[in-house]
């Protein structure tokens, strides 16, 4: 089946540092792929919308210039957390819609430690 | 925004027993899924639901599509110890190409 890919899965950094964080889809082209962040027995909560070669698409309350998204090929969607705090600490998924249009296939998820 | 209650909030049940878990909402979705997540993991779709009164099975698993487009429920029958996991559902309106709202999620636990 679809296989996305999801890079670091886990990443410790100082304050103040940026982290990246990579999502690929293996077998299957994604023109667009979603970030989503999870705390601690929590439900997903969906960041923004990937549009390759396009502008992201940011939900509400969420800041673009802190979480720069960026979608430079039809398999490889990015996440870069920019001058990062502690609390930004949490776990961050990307995801990508299968065929059918299924948001069917989420990446293993990478957990952020801030320090 | 679109809010999804998902119930119960977790569940301790024995191997072998049934069990039932439902999402419901205030708002109508035209695409109802349902994910399992183990820890450290992202989730994994176990079923897609698309049309109202669906009822689809995968193994153990059953889901149904509410008529009222409102809601949904996940049975597992006859569990065992690797059901064990978030179970999430997530409802999608189709205009919003493949963005979906994700309920509170119903931990699991399974007591061999």
């Known amino acids: 089946g679809a296989v996305v890919s999801q890079h670091p899965s886990r990443v410790i950094c100082k304050s103040g540092t940026s982290v990246k964080i990579e999502c690929r889809s293996l077998d299957f082209q994604a023109t667009t792929m979603f970030w989503y962040r999870q705390f601690p027995k929590k439900s997903l909560m969906l960041m923004a919308t990937?549009?390759?070669?396009?502008?992201?698409?940011?939900e509400q309350g969420v800041e673009k210039d802190k979480f720069l998204i960026n979608h430079a090929s039809l398999t490889l969607s990015t996440l870069t957390v920019t001058s990062a705090h502690p609390e930004d600490s949490s776990f961050y998924i990307c995801?990508?819609?299968?065929?059918?249009?299924?948001?069917?296939?989420f990446g293993q998820g990478t957990r952020l430690t801030v320090v | 925004g679109q809010q999804l209650n998902q119930s119960p909030q977790s569940m301790f049940i024995q191997e072998g027993e049934d069990v039932s878990m439902n999402c419901t909402s205030s708002s109508i979705f035209n695409t109802w899924l349902w994910y399992k997540q183990e820890p450290g993991e992202g989730p994994v779709l176990l079923i897609a639901l698309y049309k109202a009164g669906e009822l689809t099975s995968n193994g153990r698993l059953t889901a149904q599509f509410g008529i009222t487009r409102k809601d949904s429920f996940l049975n597992i029958s006859a569990s065992i110890p690797s059901d064990v996991g978030i179970y999430f559902c997530a409802g999608r309106k189709s205009t919003n190409a493949g963005k979906s709202t994700f309920g509170d999620g119903t931990t699991l636990t399974v007591k061999p």
């Open positions: 995801s990508a819609p299968g065929q059918g249009a299924d948001e069917a296939f």
């Open positions: 990937s549009n390759e070669g396009s502008k992201a698409t940011y």
